[in-house]
Nanobody
Framework: QVQLVESGGGLVQAGGSLRLSCAAF????????VGWFRQAPGKEREFVAG????????SYADSVRGRFTIARDNAKNTVFLQMDGLKPEDTAVYSC???????????????????WGQGTQVTVSS
């Protein structure tokens, strides 16, 4: 069993920044790629960013590349998402997820992730 807990969401003005954290309180993410996804009201859940288990590979959606940065600290069993230059269209519930296979690469397909956190709300006002 794996329990992922996100934190760091909130309300911010356009152009502002937030830093999200995803911590594994039960189980581990150390040898697994981790992805961040988001879901806005009435929309499908979409891939935002991902990081390989060793942090040597990162991947970003086109909509956030250059504004968001994903990183991890395996000693703390935690993955971070630094979000800068936030826009109102970034408003969504952000969730982290662990890839289903150990040492597998980062992918954007949500079906390849098995454990998910409950999510944290990010709201960007204009």
């Amino acid at each position: 069993q794996v329990q992922l807990v996100e934190s760091g969401g909130g309300l911010v003005q356009a152009g502002g920044s937030l830093r999200l954290s995803c911590a594994a309180f039960v189980g581990t993410i150390r040898t697994f790629a981790v992805g961040w996804f988001r879901q806005a009201p009435g929309k499908e859940r979409e891939f935002v960013a991902g990081v390989s288990w060793s942090a040597d590979t990162t991947s970003y959606a086109d909509s956030v590349r250059g504004r968001f940065t994903i990183a991890r600290d395996n000693a703390k069993n935690t993955v971070f998402l630094q979000m800068d230059g936030l826009k109102p269209e970034d408003t969504a519930v952000y969730s982290c997820a662990r890839r289903s296979q150990r040492f597998a690469p980062v992918v954007s397909f949500k079906g390849d992730y098995d454990y998910w956190g409950q999510g944290t709300q990010v709201t960007v006002s204009s």
